[in-house]
C-alpha cells in the first residue's frame, strides 16, 4: 500500500512575505511531510470589487472593513515569487504544489511544471475552470467543501469527458468552515464518496487540533491536507484555524504511525512481537497441592497458572479424572503421558 500523502497547506499564511513563506517551507520540512502548498491567485481575477469577506475572515483578521479583494492582493505570490519559493522547496527536499483560483494561474502552474492540479471547494460549480483544469492537467485532487454528490458528480463528469479517468481523481471530504465545528465534520462521508465515485479519498481538514485527520487516515483517507501557520496569533484570515508547526510535525508523526498500524495482513493471528510473550502471559495446568502417584486428578487438586509451558487449560476435562503418573509437589506443571 503507497503512503498516505501528507499536504501542509501554507495557503495566504505567508501574509505576502517571502521570509514567512520559507520559514513555513522549514516547518513543513522538519515536519516530514510530502507537500508544501501555496495558492496561486490575481486578486482582480478570483473577487468582485463588491464581495464581502466571510464571517470567519473579519473575525481572524480583527477588520470588518475593506473588501475580499483589498484583502486578498495583499496575499498574492508573484511569479518571481513562485519561482524562488519552487527552488527552495528542491533545495530543502520538498516538494512544491499550489491551488490556482483563476484561469490565468491554472495556465501558469501547468507552465512551471506542475503534474497534477488541486480543485478547492469554491471552484467546484465553476465549469469554465474545471473544464480547463481538465485540459491541463491528468491528475486531479477535488475538495469538496459546501458540496452534495450531486456537485461532485457534475464535477467528475467534466474530468471524465476530458479523458481523465477514475484512477487519476482523488476526492477530499471537506467542510468550509473555519474552524470546523466537530459536530460537522461528518467524516464517514468520506466513505461515501468512495464508494459512490470508485475513486481515491481524502480529508482537507479544517478543525482545530489533529484528531480528525488521524481518524480519517485509520478510515482509508490517501491523501491529507492540512492549513499550518508560523504563528496563530498572526493578522490573516486562516491564521487561527491553522496548526503551529509543533502539531503539524504531531499530527505527521501520527499519521506514519497509523499507516503502519493498519498495514497489517488482516489476519488476526499473533504477531512476531508478541509471541514471545506467549508463555509468559498464558497458563497452564499445574498442581494444587502434593500429588501422590496414582491419585486422581480432581478440581480438588489441580489449579491453573502460569507460565504457559505446560498443558493448556483448554485440556482441563481431559485431564480431570485421569490417573497422575508420578509425584507431583504444589506449583508442578502437570504433565501427562
Not at 499536504?7 to 513543513?28: Q, R, W
Not at 508463555?279 to 491419585?295: L, M, N, P, T, Y
Amino acid at each position: 500500500m503507497s503512503k498516505v500523502i501528507i499536504i501542509a497547506e501554507a495557503g495566504v499564511n505567508h501574509n505576502g512575505s517571502l521570509e514567512n513563506a520559507f520559514k513555513l517551507i522549514d516547518a513543513a520540512v522538519a515536519a516530514d511531510v510530502d507537500y508544501i502548498k501555496f495558492q496561486t491567485f490575481k486578486a482582480d481575477k478570483l473577487v468582485a470589487k463588491s464581495a464581502k469577506k466571510a464571517d470567519y475572515q473579519i473575525q481572524s483578521t480583527g477588520n470588518s472593513d475593506g473588501s475580499q479583494l483589498d484583502m486578498l492582493k495583499k496575499l498574492e505570490i508573484s511569479h518571481e515569487d513562485h519561482e524562488r519559493l519552487i527552488a527552495y522547496c528542491k533545495k530543502k527536499g520538498i516538494k512544491f504544489f499550489s491551488t490556482a483560483f483563476d484561469l490565468d494561474s491554472l495556465q501558469y502552474l501547468k507552465d512551471i511544471g506542475l503534474d497534477l492540479v488541486k480543485i478547492p471547494s469554491g471552484e467546484i460549480t465553476n465549469l469554465p475552470y474545471l473544464r480547463k483544469a481538465a485540459q491541463l492537467f491528468d491528475k486531479v485532487i477535488l475538495s469538496t467543501g459546501m458540496c452534495t454528490l450531486k456537485d461532485i458528480q457534475l464535477a467528475v463528469n467534466v474530468f471524465k469527458k476530458e479523458g481523465i479517468d477514475d484512477s487519476q481523481i482523488t476526492i477530499l471530504h471537506c467542510n468550509t468552515e473555519y474552524p470546523t465545528p466537530m459536530g460537522d465534520v461528518n467524516l464517514k462521508a468520506m466513505l461515501q464518496i468512495g464508494q459512490t465515485f470508485n475513486t481515491e479519498i481524502g480529508y482537507s481538514d479544517h478543525t482545530l487540533g489533529i484528531e480528525v485527520p488521524i481518524a480519517a487516515v485509520a478510515l482509508g483517507a490517501r491523501i491529507i491536507e492540512k492549513h499550518f501557520t508560523l504563528d496563530k496569533t498572526m493578522e490573516g484570515p486562516d491564521h487561527a484555524a491553522s496548526l503551529d508547526p509543533a502539531e503539524l510535525k504531531a499530527m505527521s508523526s501520527a499519521i506514519r504511525n497509523i499507516e503502519l498500524a493498519i498495514s497489517g495482513s488482516g489476519i488476526k493471528e499473533p504477531s512476531m512481537s508478541e509471541k514471545k510473550n506467549m508463555d509468559v502471559a498464558r497458563k497452564s495446568i499445574v498442581a494444587k497441592c502434593a500429588i501422590k502417584k496414582g491419585e486422581v486428578f480432581s478440581e480438588e487438586n489441580l489449579t491453573v497458572k502460569r507460565p504457559g509451558t505446560g498443558i493448556s487449560p483448554m485440556r482441563w476435562d481431559e485431564v480431570r479424572g485421569s490417573i497422575a503418573m508420578q509425584d507431583f509437589e504444589e506449583d508442578d506443571l502437570i504433565s501427562m503421558p
